[in-house]
């Protein structure tokens, strides 16, 4: 059984956990590193100006993360989700070669 010591003493770590968790005090995923192994495979850029077009032939003006079909980030967000990048943030800026306009 707790005492009421022990229970003092786990209130600041319990509410630490339970704001942690809840989604309006959980923070936003990292974002990707253009230099992280998967993102460099891609050609992964922060800013699509940066595009290697030279090595991504594929690349034409116009073409981000926000108008691709891989994209979840909200409407005027500078970064969102990617299903390529599980768990991370791609710039809405971006580009990478995977990029496939948005239906
Ligand atoms: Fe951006 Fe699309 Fe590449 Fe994801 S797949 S990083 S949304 S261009």
């Not at 786990?10 to 990707?32: C, Q």
């Not at 595009?51 to 967000?77: I, M, P, R, S």
Request: aromatic share 10%; glycine share 6%; net charge positive.
């Amino acid at each position: 059984m707790t005492s009421r010591r022990q229970f003092i003493q786990i209130i600041p770590f319990a509410s630490t956990a339970l704001l942690a968790y809840h989604p309006a005090f959980a923070a936003d995923p990292p974002m990707v590193d253009e230099k992280d192994p998967q993102a460099v495979a891609l050609g992964y850029v922060a800013d699509a100006a940066r595009a290697d077009k030279a090595k991504f032939k594929t690349y034409a003006e116009g073409q981000n993360c926000t108008v691709c079909q891989l994209y979840q980030g909200k409407a005027g967000a500078a970064a969102g989700p990617c299903t390529l990048f599980a768990g991370k943030q791609v710039s809405s800026k971006g580009w990478c070669v995977a990029w496939a306009k948005k239906a």
